[in-house]
Nanobody, 114 residues
Framework: QVQLVESGGGLVLPGGSLRLSCAASGFSFSNSTMTWYRQTPGRERQLVALISGSGAVTRYPDSVKGRFTISRDNTKNMLYLQIDNLLPEDTAVYFC???????WGQGTQVTVSS
């Protein structure tokens, strides 16, 4: 059974940083391309980062490039998202997902506000 558990969200001042974590189990993590999405109320989930199974390849949309860094530790089945220079528009629920699988975790709320 695929399980994805996100953590690390919180309330942060603009300009601050957060590191989100995702604990994965129930599938071949090291062979899976992993992604981070975010969602705000009334909008579709937006892909914000992707990383290949080995970690050698990463991709970001222009809207977050330079501020978001995705990484993984295949020895621990963990996925991470470092978010720097947080902006109010980064406020959302953040989810991790294996690219080829349909399962979603419960997400972690990130709120950027002064």
């Amino acid at each position: 059974q695929v399980q994805l558990v996100e953590s690390g969200g919180g309330l942060v001042l603009p300009g601050g940083s957060l590191r989100l974590s995702c604990a994965a189990s129930g599938f071949s993590f090291s062979n899976s391309t992993m992604t981070w999405y975010r969602q705000t109320p009334g909008r579709e989930r937006q892909l914000v980062a992707l990383i290949s199974g080995s970690g050698a390849v990463t991709r970001y949309p222009d809207s977050v490039k330079g501020r978001f860094t995705i990484s993984r530790d295949n020895t621990k089945n963990m996925l991470y998202l470092q978010i720097d220079n947080l902006l109010p528009e980064d406020t959302a629920v953040y989810f991790c997902k294996a690219s080829a699988l349909g399962a979603w975790g419960q997400g972690t709320q990130v709120t950027v506000s002064s």
